[in-house]
């Protein structure tokens, strides 16, 4: 028995082949160009499946990681704004119409947790979150084995939590995402401001990202560590909250912000130790590293078919 794997992203698409131990056989991949219109997509997404499938070898069925938001009960992508014209595009349903066997569509940080909860760093964890910290900031929740989806399939959007800006209401990723850091560290070094940021674009403040300000802040510079260990507060805080709420054995941390590692991570704990209202909920909690790196998408698409869209985990 096989599992077909498809994460569909702004950038790639890959598609693998699994076992039924999540294992990678043989993968594929291209280029996503969203731009040449959904049709073309959809197309590349076939031609990979059919590179990956398994001759003669029965499929368990096709598990899909995709950006949200989506609807994961009837397997509609709704508007991922990194796919401009996928709009109520019903995958799920014309990935088995083609190929004849079931299909789970998941989002991505959703999936990502599913892979760490199977072979990763919430293994034979039933309560656990998983934070992804890059463009956005993303999330997938598990509750006694379970992910949390919501009414509609559209919870955990944990970037659009809600913050108080000076006086002006602001979602935490708009603050404390890659884009955030950017922004700010342009908008301080167009002021003025002293850093080695200035030399690492070349004084184009244009290409000042989120990359280079980790960088800057990995080598000590004030500025980039300023904008990191702030970011690095907010999204402690909006754990702190996801804590109070959840109650996880373990937070797992992936995405390219989380490379940064201390500037980032450490007031991020700092933060959540000192506002938790009581110490029972750190006294056990394992905040870790996403274990499973690029493969991430891939185990966790394939692990939607083993644990019924995420309704149900494997004991």
């Given amino acids: ?75 509609i992508v709704l508007a991922p704004p990194n796919l401009p014209d996928w709009h109520q595009v019903p995958l799920a349903d014309l990935l088995a119409g083609r190929f004849a066997v ?43 084995g379970r992910l949390l989806l919501g009414h509609g399939g559209l919870a955990t959007e944990v970037g659009s939590m809600m913050l108080l800006v000076n006086g002006v209401a602001r979602r935490l990723e708009m603050e404390a ?40 802040a990995q080598q000590g510079d004030p500025l980039a560590l300023a904008l990191v260990r702030r970011a690095g507060r907010l999204i402690g805080l909006g754990l702190t909250s996801l804590l109070h709420l959840f109650n996880p054995e373990v937070v797992v941390i992936g995405g390219g912000l989380s490379l940064i590692g201390a500037p980032l991570l450490e007031p991020m704990r700092d933060t959540v130790r ?16 996403a274990a499973l790196g690029a493969d991430v998408s891939l185990v966790g698409a394939a692990a939607l078919l083993r644990s019924d869209g995420g309704r149900e985990l494997e004991n």
């Fill in 1 to 75: 028995m096989r599992i077909i794997a498809v994460d569909l992203g702004g950038t790639r698409i890959r598609a693998a082949c699994l076992d039924e131990n999540l294992n990678i056989l043989q993968r594929r991949e291209t280029l996503t160009r969203p731009a040449e219109g959904q049709v073309a997509v959809l197309g590349r997404i076939e031609d990979l499946v059919t590179a990956v499938w398994p001759g003669e070898t029965e499929v368990l069925g096709i598990g899909v990681s995709s950006p949200g938001p989506l609807d994961p009960y009837r397997g």
């Fill in 274 to 289: 000192r506002e938790v209202i009581y110490e029972g909920y750190t006294r056990s909690l394992r905040i870790e590293a």
């Fill in 102 to 144: 079931p299909v789970r569509l998941g989002k991505d940080a959703n999936v990502a947790l599913l892979a760490e909860a199977a072979h990763g760093a919430a293994q034979g964890c039933r309560h656990a979150i998983y934070l992804t910290l890059s463009t956005g900031i993303g999330a997938g929740i598990l509750c006694d």
């Fill in 177 to 216: 995402a890659g884009p955030a850091l950017a922004r700010q560290a342009r908008q301080r070094l167009a002021a003025g401001e002293v850093s080695l940021l200035r030399a690492m674009c070349d004084g184009d403040l244009r290409e000042v990202d989120a990359a280079m300000v980790g960088a800057a």
